[in-house]
């Protein structure tokens, strides 16, 4: 790869006779520096790719050309960025129809510090505040423990689960950030890395770019030819991502945003765009609808959503929701209007604040505060703890300052609190609901129910089942012991119930 870019480097510099000291008096690269078009149909890739290469080793800032529209063909070729990128009001059109690398990343930010073994950490508790570990300043840790099986799934997508993982960062003595807490118990390590921090900030600006959409069969072959973020301390701001040419089959996406592996992370006034809704056969064997995301996020801590939006309609189903994550911890919406929140693999921690979010709602499962205040929610339900990973959010829920639409007008039942737990399933750890849940403020609008509304719940029938004491469940589903009411206004005058099932929800104390 290196001697390519070096053998790049020779033929545009001869060709164009730009002399190295002219771009480092200049103090930034343009992609025009290494050959690019812009033209909208030449392939502009190794140009990129090349110029970026150029920058990291002289430390210099890319500029795109302003105007320029860049074509940038399935070639396997990914641009490394590692210094400030302004992608300015240039257009990059990624044409994913025919490509050598459904998974290679277009642009990836990474760090110039390298990762490497941690040894000598055998054990973990949770809340534990320190490692012991001399490190060369800021790191972020990732530890396994491949004998213990997580978030083992369950439903139509089942499967056998993870290895036990979790990701927190620390200090050069080795103090753990207790704001992101270690969340498990860990008998033992199988492995341990830690990555240094970036303290020095990197900013991405700007750019329109337009996935020409891959026209792939439709199964779990996710395509993520994207802007990958691995690096700590970055910002995207200004950004835009349009997709075009779907039709009535293609392959899910793994986000045209992928943050893993990293820390503070801040995407703001960006506007996105959900993938179509494509189906397959599930591992039950049964036909599923495949999750495909414009945004992806994993094993990352402190990342925020902030004044972002998505180009088409919030409410419309036939478009999935836009954010996945897994393995994260402390994510922030605020002033966003997307169709989704979702947490598969666990969050700990998270805020969403004056946003607004369509059909498919709040989705997570995890554990310490979820807190929704000063929100629009026009999902089925306020808030969905995922039953395909137990339902299970150790912690307390606060939702405050709130209007609750149910279906966007259009549902036969409305509970706040969606779940379901058999009591049957394995997942692989004990499956909390919310120790405390407080409701303030919150206005359901209604309005549109059905003759045989019987007024909206607080939570939903999570175990038919579970009728009287003859049921006996094999793995406890620990319910809610405190739920705090105040200013509760209901459009249809019905007052807030318990639940469909009062046995279940029996020792749950209500306050109003």
Not at 24 to 52: M, P
Not at 64 to 70: I, L, M, S, T
Not at 310 to 315: A, V
Request: one cysteine or more; a negative charge.
């Amino acid at each position: 790869m290196m001697r390519k870019i070096l053998i790049l480097l020779f033929t545009f510099f001869t060709a164009f006779g730009q002399a190295n000291e002219e771009l480092v008096d200049r103090s930034f690269v343009r992609y025009s520096d290494f050959g690019a078009k812009g033209d909208g149909k030449t392939d502009d890739i190794d140009a990129i790719v090349a110029a970026h290469a150029y920058a990291n080793e002289h430390q210099l800032p890319v500029k795109a050309d302003e105007g320029f529209r860049y074509y940038i063909s399935g070639k396997e070729r990914t641009a490394e960025i590692r210094t400030n990128t302004d992608f300015s009001s240039a257009f990059f059109i990624i044409d994913d129809r025919e490509v050598e690398d459904r998974t290679a990343p277009v642009f990836k930010v990474s760090s110039d510090l390298k990762s490497f073994t941690l040894n000598g950490i055998k054990s973990l508790k949770k809340g534990q505040q320190k490692i012991e570990a001399s490190l060369p300043g800021p790191c972020l840790v990732t530890v396994t423990n491949e004998a213990v099986r997580h978030y083992i799934r369950y439903g139509p997508n089942q499967d056998s689960g993870s290895p036990q993982t979790d990701i927190f960062v620390v200090d050069a003595k080795g103090n753990i950030d207790l704001n992101a807490p270690i969340i498990w118990d860990f008998d033992q390590i199988t492995e341990a890395k830690a990555l240094p921090i970036d303290e020095t900030p990197l900013m991405i600006r700007g750019g329109h770019f337009t996935t020409l959409a891959n026209q792939a069969e439709s199964k779990y072959t996710y395509y993520s030819r994207n802007i990958a973020i691995q690096r700590s301390n970055v910002t995207v701001d200004g950004l835009v991502h349009t997709v075009e040419g779907e039709g009535d089959h293609g392959a899910p996406y793994g986000g045209f945003l992928n943050i893993s592996d990293c820390s503070y992370v801040t995407v703001k006034n960006t506007i996105l765009t959900g993938h179509k809704t494509y189906v397959t056969i599930g591992s039950a064997g049964d036909p599923v609808t495949m999750g495909t995301y414009d945004i992806i996020a994993g094993r990352a801590l402190n990342v925020s959503f902030i004044n972002c939006s998505q180009t088409n309609d919030i409410t419309d189903k036939t478009y999935w929701g836009i954010l996945g994550s897994n393995y994260c911890k402390n994510m922030l919406y605020d002033n966003c209007t997307f169709s989704r929140f979702d947490a598969h693999k666990g969050v700990a921690n998270a805020t969403i604040r004056n946003s607004t979010l369509g059909h498919m709602g709040i989705n997570a499962i995890g554990s310490g505060t979820l807190l929704v205040e000063n929100c629009t929610i026009k999902s089925s339900r306020l808030i969905n703890l995922r039953s395909d990973y137990g339902s299970t959010w150790e912690g307390e829920f606060i939702i405050r300052n709130c209007l609750y639409v149910p279906g966007n007008g259009n549902f036969e039942k409305v509970n706040l609190i969606l779940g379901y737990n058999t009591g049957k399933h394995d997942f692989g750890y004990t499956c909390y609901m919310p120790v405390k849940i407080t409701i303030e403020n919150l206005r359901i609008d209604d309005s549109n129910a059905p003759e045989n509304y019987q007024g909206p719940a607080i939570f939903s029938d999570m175990n038919p089942e579970m009728t009287d004491e003859n049921f006996v469940e094999e793995f406890p589903f620990v319910k809610t012991k405190l739920v705090e009411l105040k200013n509760i206004v209901t459009v249809s005058g019905k007052p807030l119930r318990v639940s469909d099932n009062p046995y279940m929800f029996m020792g749950v104390e209500v306050i109003e």
